[in-house]
């Protein structure tokens, strides 16, 4: 019986997080080499749960114009999770909830790069920002707030 309950124990502790990785959302982002806020942005996600994968290019105008990003949604990083295409510093709640409401969609755009939002914080005060759902369409409405009205 404690032999059991020992085993149990152990596989709860040591298998948890392993089966939680091997079931996390996989992420591919499109970054330069020398953008330091992406690699923020890309450790926020992994804090999260989120399995990165970053590819870093000289130029994203081809990745951005083959997912069909906007230009007016255009910001420093480009990432696609599970069919859709993530632009800019979203914060990993919002794409959580992407994920789990699973909105019929091209993807989430925060753009430009606010300060405060996640790989932007910094010792100015945050600023308040948007994360946008865009369609195929390019058109867009709000998909969260963030910060002061």
Do not use: N
Not at 104 to 110: F, I, T
Request: with cysteine.
């Amino acid at each position: 019986m404690r032999l059991a309950l020992l085993l149990s124990l152990l596989l709860a502790v040591l298998g948890g997080p392993a089966l939680a990785a091997a079931e996390a959302a996989q992420v591919q982002v499109y970054k330069t080499p020398t953008c330091g806020c992406c690699t923020k942005w890309i450790e926020h996600l992994e804090r999260a749960g989120f399995a990165v994968t970053a590819t870093d290019l000289p130029d994203l105008a081809a990745v951005k114009r083959e997912h069909g990003v906007p230009a007016h949604l255009a910001s420093c990083h480009t990432a696609l999770v599970e069919g859709y295409v993530v632009e800019g510093h979203v914060p990993a709640a919002d794409l959580q909830r992407l994920l789990r409401e699973r909105p019929d969609a091209r993807g989430l755009a925060v753009p430009g790069m606010p300060h405060g939002s996640p790989g932007m914080e910094g010792p100015r005060p945050p600023e308040p920002y948007d994360v946008l759902l865009f369609g195929a369409d390019g058109a867009t409405r709000v998909f969260s707030r963030h910060g002061a009205p």
